[in-house]
């Protein structure tokens, strides 16, 4: 497996195999501290040699049904793995993005076992990967999978970085020609969608280091530049330069430029004014 280039803010471990280590220790001490929890980590973690053997593991759980059964989702998401490592990279750079803006998150293990955001995610790029191989049914009972279970609604067909955090996850939409790069920090209730009912391009493009808000909506083929704020609930319709802030329906820009990246710091708050009141 090759290694992770993690971004230097949200560097939480160093390598795969300490991602993996940390992993594995915080399960023994959950079952320690609660044996009711003991054969839960056991199947998810304990039981499994590695961290691509684990999370097919847990997905495969909780998407599984009576079409495709569990055994045969977790043996493809192995082989996925094993043919495309980039997955099983990007999943473990997502694990440290989670625990590194996320205050809710004790540890490793907390996100990797229950955090849905995660799940659908990873069930997305599992999606992806179908889908490029030309497996597009398979892909988009993936895709229907994570939206009756998580709640989230990734078309397999996006093209999403690593280091991504989805906070909570539900209600968060993502269209067939969205691009979101690395290092971006997404909340609930989330749209990237289109206008109207013209095909291609036709989704947003949402640069590194963007913070997204809960409930915002951003449609059209449109780009969210670099280290971009997007307020809660505001309705983005033109492009957002780089290391801007915007708010409110229509979106508007507010405040100075910032030079920090508000993904990976997570402040939603807004900028001061550029001029008195």
């Known amino acids: 497996m090759p290694e992770i280039a993690f971004c230097a803010e949200a560097a939480v471990v160093t390598n795969p195999h300490e991602l993996w280590a940390a ?47 569990a055994g045969r989702l977790a043996s493809l998401f192995v082989e996925a793995m094993r043919e495309e490592p980039a997955i099983c990279a990007s999943a473990m750079a997502d694990l440290a993005a989670i625990c590194d803006r996320d205050p809710a998150c004790p540890d490793l293990l907390t996100p990797f076992l229950f955090f849905k955001g995660f799940h659908a995610l990873q069930t997305y790029r599992f999606a992806h990967f179908m889908w490029l191989k030309g497996r597009i049914h398979l892909a988009l009972h993936l895709q229907g999978r ?38 971006v920090s997404i909340l609930q209730g989330v749209t990237l969608g289109g206008t109207g009912k013209a ?6 493009k949402v640069r590194r280091g963007v913070l997204i808000g809960a409930g915002a909506k951003i449609l059209g083929a449109i780009e969210i530049g670099q280290g971009a704020k997007i307020g809660a609930g505001s309705i983005v319709l033109e492009t957002v330069h780089s290391f801007t802030t915007v708010v409110g329906n229509p979106a508007r820009v507010v405040g100075t430029r910032h030079t920090t990246m508000p993904a990976l710091t997570m402040d939603q708050t807004l900028p001061a004014p550029d001029f008195a009141i």
């Open 23 to 69: 992993i594995r220790e915080a399960g023994i001490a959950a079952v320690e501290r609660d044996r009711l929890m003991a054969e839960a980590v056991c199947d998810a973690v304990l039981r499994h040699a590695d961290f691509p053997a684990a999370l097919a593991r847990v997905l495969s759980r909780k998407l599984a049904d009576d079409a495709v059964p």
């Open 199 to 204: 095909v291609g391009d036709r989704h947003p």
């Open 146 to 183: 994570s939206s009756d279970v998580f709640a989230v609604d990734i078309h397999p067909a996006a093209s999403l970085g690593h280091g991504i955090l989805l906070d909570h996850g539900t209600g968060i939409v993502i269209g067939e020609t969205a691009v979101i790069e690395d290092d």
